[in-house]
């Protein structure tokens, strides 16, 4: 299973560091083919020790140069980052990230050979439509993305259940998961007000290949107990 935490725009750069040293010691029993990823805010980068993944929240596709207010390889490389997050909902939303310029950022990231989690998912009105509209949707998501990069990882983070305490029940991430699977065979996290109370359920539906977790993975305590589920 892949469990992975997402800070957003959560915890600084000594929190941080606590927090990794005490999710070294508290995943010390997880699973050994049990894969962590952090993706911490840019400002808290760094090395740290542990059985888990450091990822970029995000990157502009640049060596280095005048991108005011981003970071770019050189920033990421310092601290050997390797991973990155990309197409995440806040960042289409907010950020008025479209389809093109993710397609565009997801090329330059392949290139370089990072290891990417690729995100989609629907808002509410598309999933009041039905399954059909749902997955039709979330396949336009993969619009000028490859699919077969060997080092993609997927989530699926219906919009509606992103922070809201609501997450998508059991059987529309069965249907949604088997119907993505068809088109595309990589790891399919699932993400949306995963927390532990829900966890269990999720990670034993058929097509769900890990987790991507936001609020409830603030508190290393509360996401090692995640882990250890
Ligand atoms: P929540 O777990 O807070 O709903 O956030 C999910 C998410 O957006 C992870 O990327």
Same mark, same amino acid.
């Given at each position: 299973m892949i469990f992975a935490a997402n800070f957003k725009t959560n915890h600084t750069r000594a929190s941080t560091r606590l927090y990794t040293e005490k999710l070294r010691s508290g995943i010390a029993a997880k699973h050994a083919d049990d894969k962590i990823y952090i993706f911490p805010p840019a400002t808290a980068l760094d090395r740290f020790e542990g059985d888990f993944t450091i990822g970029a929240q995000n990157a502009y596709m640049a060596q280095n140069g005048a991108f005011?207010?981003?970071?770019?390889?050189?920033?990421?490389?310092?601290?050997?980052?390797?991973?990155?997050?990309? +197409?995440?909902?806040?960042?289409? $939303? =907010? !950020?008025?990230?479209?389809? /093109?310029? #993710?397609?565009?950022?997801?090329?330059?990231?392949?290139?370089?050979?990072?290891?990417?989690?690729?995100?989609?998912?629907?808002?509410?009105?598309?999933?009041?439509? +039905?399954?059909?509209?749902?997955? $039709? =949707? !979330?396949?336009?998501?993969? /619009?000028? #993305?490859d699919i077969s990069y060997d080092k993609l990882i997927i989530a699926y983070e219906p919009i509606w259940a992103i922070g809201t305490g609501r997450s998508a029940t059991v059987n529309e991430i069965a249907t949604t998961h088997e119907a993505l699977k068809k088109t595309v065979q990589k790891p399919l996290l699932y993400g949306g007000s995963v927390k532990l109370d829900n966890i269990r359920e999720i990670i034993q539906i058929r097509g769900v290949d890990g987790v991507l977790v936001g609020s409830a993975s603030l508190d290393v305590e509360q996401f090692s107990k995640m882990i250890l589920s």
């Open positions: 005011t207010g981003e970071i770019g390889l050189e920033q990421l490389a310092e601290f050997d980052i390797r991973t990155i997050l990309i +197409g995440h909902s806040e960042r289409r $939303e =907010f !950020l008025g990230e479209d389809q /093109e310029f #993710i397609a565009k950022k997801f090329s330059f990231f392949q290139s370089q050979g990072f290891e990417i989690l690729y995100c989609i998912g629907e808002p509410l009105e598309i999933r009041e439509q +039905g399954e059909q509209a749902v997955i $039709e =949707f !979330l396949l336009s998501q993969f /619009e000028g #993305i």
